[in-house]
């Protein structure tokens, strides 16, 4: 029998991947962590918020009734239109206007999106900054370990918005007025991220120590594997579980802080609103009677934070051994 032609082992190779993805994803369904999630009314119902939240962001352009960012769209005259279902309401203005016209509805799914992003890239930077410094520390000990440790000591003595305010404040001043609004979403993410990776430091360090002295450790060390290689195949794998829960908890706290970020002003600016911006230009008209300027946005906010938290609550109950 001839041997096989090169597209009939690539055709045999894509089909083996195919299979191991289909056996990981039945491996899911059949585990553990599936089936507490799917025991949890909480969890479900967090879940499924959450991603309606997601993909209503995600698909913004698709979703929103408008784009509040083309201001060719806007129209003055629409400005402090109730919501629908109040007297002088618009059908066209589901959840009303603000001070310039836009649409309430399609902002708060635009401002979503803002938020989202600043959140996800945030946590992401200051997980990848935590777990190397964590797997250093813990990895290599000594003088290095309590120098990191003491810089992580000396920063949470400080609240996090504080720390977010200084680097955004530093930043701001070191480039012209000009930039300010160009750089902002870039300048949230560090401001944000430089400002949580201390738990997920202290936690992959703690991880690491209890790791590194364990046979399977020792033995790679024996037949002369690389640190590096150690820790990242053999250490880092093995503390993803702790790290996983405070990155979807941080998610939360990370699209808390760029809102009130943007509500004190040093956030994102007025012509790409977050939430935060919008809750911000809210509350100026709560006086004059235009609360749905503010409410509309805080209460998204509020869902959003509520149900990603709840998700992390069930997670880190779900990945404990002890209530297994």
Known sequence: MSAPTQSEAEIESRLTAIGRVADGIRRFFDGDIWYSF??????????????????AALFAPIVAPSNPYDLATLNLL??????????G??????????????????????????????????????MLLGITLGLISGYVGGITDAVIMRIADVQLSFPAILIALLVDGVVRGLLPPNRHADIAVWVLIFSIGISNWVQFARTVRGSCMVERNKEYVQAARIIGIHPILIMLR????????????????????AVLTEATLSFLGVGMPPTQPSLGTLVNTGQNFLASGEWWIAVFPGFMLATLVLAVNLLGDWLRDALNPKLR
């Open 89 to 126: 309401g618009s059908s066209a203005f589901l959840l009303g206007t603000d001070d310039q016209g836009r649409d309430m509805l399609s902002a708060i799914i635009f401002g979503t999106r803002v938020s989202l992003i600043v959140g996800f890239a945030s946590i992401i930077f200051a």
């Open 234 to 253: 053999h250490v880092l794998p093995n503390v993803m579980g702790p790290v996983s829960v405070i990155a979807t908890i941080g998610l939360a706290v």
């Open 38 to 55: 799917k025991s949890s009314r909480i969890a479900v119902v967090a879940g499924i918020v959450t991603l309606v939240i997601f993909l």
């Open 78 to 87: 629409d400005a402090f239109t109730a919501p629908a279902w109040i007297e």
